[in-house]
């Protein structure tokens, strides 16, 4: 906590030498606006009210836009004009290359903030916001490493193992044995329900575990045919095509129905989901899921804090977004808002070491997820990352999933998005 109120005190110093930085809420403070979407939690876990605590000449407002594909336009041509920005912009992984590349110019240097230290933060993550001049853009703030969450009473009808380290090493270094359970399930199940919610959940986690995915780190595209997606691809329609799957979309409300009635055993599910199924399977199901390693370390998901040399109150904004990101601060979120830090120090910390959560029987998450972290590849992020991904979950997989489509039409269907979505 020392180094993140001495970081806090050099940003104050700073702010106070600026002529940007003034009181401007009537009562003598500087108010901070920092720009999200969806909920990144800084609120519900009491961080701006410590961060206000700790200096009582700044105000922190928050302005939310829930959807992503609403809130990144709105930011970039904000960025452009340089008016109508927030003071800290967040930013989600899938966008944050297209953000650097062509916008980067307009965005602070991060790693000259007072207190910030590369070697805090996983080096594949520090990576994602490093520009090609080694400028970085946006300070990391939640990962997404992934395990598998399981229903242990499904299992168990199923007559297959339910502790969590048996579990594991069921399908231990590839997705492939993962989809080996899926037909040993698929062959007692239990009445009415499939061993997975979706194709595209079982795409998304076998891709995320592979450096190269779309793009190669010449640049070359590979979402044309790479190893990886190919793998993902082929993983995914293999259990569409054989039945594993509940045939639903992620977050659309069937979706959440088919939680609470049990209606599938299995969900990749990174440390941002525990919560969405506690909600959605409810209290019926407490102490029926339990989380288990998956096959291959792999991150889904994830943001950035980001500071536009617009902002009004820059070199506060930099303080504060800092701090923000700061290990310490970082394990705190965790702890209250099941946010994965992409600091490592966090994971020694005890919100970390010793975190368990009771709805999943118990698990020792923190250290499930902490070993996928470490484990997860540096990803190559290339041009519109988040569109092509998209592509293959919501265009392709849904053809064969959902509509019986043949696997050979819909791989045409998806590159023909991709290509309109890249500008071929």
Same mark, same amino acid.
């Given at each position: ?13 700073l702010c106070a030498a600026?002529?940007g ?34 200096h ?6 928050e ?19 340089g ?12 966008t ?5 590349a062509?916008q980067?110019?307009?965005l ?16 594949w ?53 993962y ?9 007692r ?7 997975t ?11 995320? $575990? ?7 780190? &010449?640049? *070359?595209?590979? %979402?044309t045919g790479?190893? @990886?997606? +190919?793998? !993902? ?11 594993l799957t ?16 049990g ?11 525990? $919560? ?7 209290d &019926?199901? *407490?102490?029926q %899921?339990?989380?288990?390693? @998956?096959? +291959?370390? !792999? ?8 500071v536009p ?8 904004a930099?303080?504060l ?6 290990p310490e ?46 484990g997860?590849?540096?990803?190559v ?10 592509a ?12 019986g ?11 023909k ?8």
């Open positions: 906590m020392r180094r993140a109120r001495a970081a806090l005190a050099a940003g104050v110093l600026l002529t930085c003034t009181a401007d809420d009537g009562a003598g403070r500087t108010t901070l606006s920092v720009g999200t979407f969806g909920v990144f939690g800084y609120r519900q876990a009491g961080l701006y009210a410590e961060y206000e605590r700790l009582p000449e700044i105000r922190i407002k302005s939310v836009i829930e959807r992503n594909d609403t809130y990144f336009p709105q930011f970039l041509t904000h960025l452009v004009t008016s109508g920005l927030a003071d800290v912009q967040a930013v989600e992984v899938g944050v290359h297209d953000l650097a062509g980067g110019h307009r602070e240097d991060l790693s000259r903030a007072p207190g910030v230290r590369r070697q805090d933060w996983l080096g993550k520090w990576a994602q916001a490093t520009t090609a001049d080694g400028r970085t853009v946006g300070l990391g703030t939640d990962i997404g490493p992934i395990a598998v969450c399981y229903r242990k009473d499904l299992f168990r009808r199923a007559g297959l193992p339910t502790g969590r380290e048996a579990v594991g090493r069921l399908w231990a270094g590839d997705w492939r044995k989809l080996d359970v899926g037909r040993a399930y698929r062959k199940a239990p009445e009415g329900t499939v061993f919610d979706s194709a595209a959940g079982v795409y998304n986690a076998a891709i995320h $575990g592979h450096p190269e995915r779309y793009y190669d780190r &010449a640049g *070359r595209r590979l %979402w790479g190893p @990886a997606v +190919r793998e !993902a691809w082929d993983l995914a329609v293999r259990a569409a095509r054989e039945g509940a045939r639903l979309k992620q977050f659309e409300k069937p979706w959440d129905q088919a939680y609470a009635n209606r599938f055993a299995t969900v990749a599910c990174p440390p941002w989901m525990l $919560g969405y199924i506690k909600e959605k399977s409810g &019926a199901a *407490r102490g %899921w339990d989380v288990a390693t @998956a096959p +291959r370390p !792999a991150s889904w998901g994830g943001s950035f804090l980001t040399k617009a902002a009004r109150h820059r070199a506060a930099v303080a977004a800092a701090w923000l990101t700061a601060q970082q394990a705190k979120l965790f702890a209250r808002q099941s946010s994965f830090p992409s600091t490592p120090a966090s994971y020694g910390m005890p919100e970390l070491r010793n975190a368990r959560n009771p709805y999943f029987g118990g698990a020792p998450v923190g250290e499930i997820f902490a070993r996928a972290a470490r997860a590849p540096t990803l992020i290339g041009d519109r990352e988040q569109q092509i991904g998209t293959f979950t919501d265009v392709g997989i849904p053809q064969v999933e959902q509509q489509r043949a696997p050979e039409a819909a791989w045409k269907a998806a590159q998005e991709i290509r309109n979505a890249v500008d071929e």
